[in-house]
């Protein structure tokens, strides 16, 4: 089934609706707790994943939670760290 221009345009305006649900918390709006750990999470991805942003906006004691990832001894970060 193909769609036309038309559907195809009303769907993709439905999926940005429900994308634009989820909402983020900008490093500049971040209280001094989350600045903290957004640093530590910049520091070790060079950025600060859309993610974080999304767990900090639910609720920014959740970025303290330790994580089950150790983020520091990461391959990925480590093979970064060294380059």
Do not use: Y
Not at 4 to 16: K, Q
Not at 22 to 47: H, P, Y
């Amino acid at each position: 089934m193909l769609l036309t221009d038309v559907e195809i345009g009303s769907l993709a305006s439905r999926v940005r609706r429900k994308i634009e649900m989820v909402k983020l918390l900008e490093e500049e709006d971040a209280t001094d707790t989350a600045k903290i750990v957004f640093n530590d999470i910049k520091q070790t991805f060079g950025m600060i994943p859309n993610l974080f942003k999304a767990i900090a906006a639910a609720n920014p004691g959740w970025l303290e939670t330790p994580s089950p990832i150790p983020f520091r001894n990461c391959p990925v970060t480590s093979s970064h760290d060294s380059a």
